[in-house]
Nanobody, 114 residues
Framework: QVQLVESGGGLVQPGGSLRLSCAAS????????MGWYRQAPGKERELVAS???????NYADSVLGRFTISRDNAKNTGYLQMNSLKPEDTAVYYC????????WGQGTLVTVSE
């Protein structure tokens, strides 16, 4: 059984930065994709960024140039560095791991507000 635990959310002012972490535990295939999704109130969950175990990355247009996804494969940990945060980035952020199956973390709330 794979478990994902996110951390690092919180309240930040517009223009500020946060770094989210996702620690994965359990039996994890070496070939996988780790991603970050978010869901704002009243909206559908959307992909923010993803990175494969072989290094390919993908970003939503809305975060390109502001967010950076990274991962430490040896530690089975992923990160999302979020800079120049905007109020519209406010959402619950979920870590996702995709192998032959798909796993989700419990989510961490990011609030961007004065």
């Amino acid at each position: 059984q794979v478990q994902l635990v996110e951390s690092g959310g919180g309240l930040v002012q517009p223009g500020g930065s946060l770094r989210l972490s996702c620690a994965a535990s359990g039996s994890i295939s070496n070939v996988n994709t780790m991603g970050w999704y978010r869901q704002a109130p009243g909206k559908e969950r959307e992909l923010v960024a993803s990175k494969t175990s072989w290094g390919s990355t993908n970003y939503a247009d809305s975060v390109l140039g502001r967010f950076t996804i990274s991962r430490d494969n040896a530690k089975n940990t992923g990160y999302l560095q979020m800079n120049s945060l905007k109020p519209e980035d406010t959402a619950v952020y979920y870590c996702n791991l995709r192998t032959s199956r798909e796993y989700w973390g419990q989510g961490t709330l990011v609030t961007v507000s004065e």
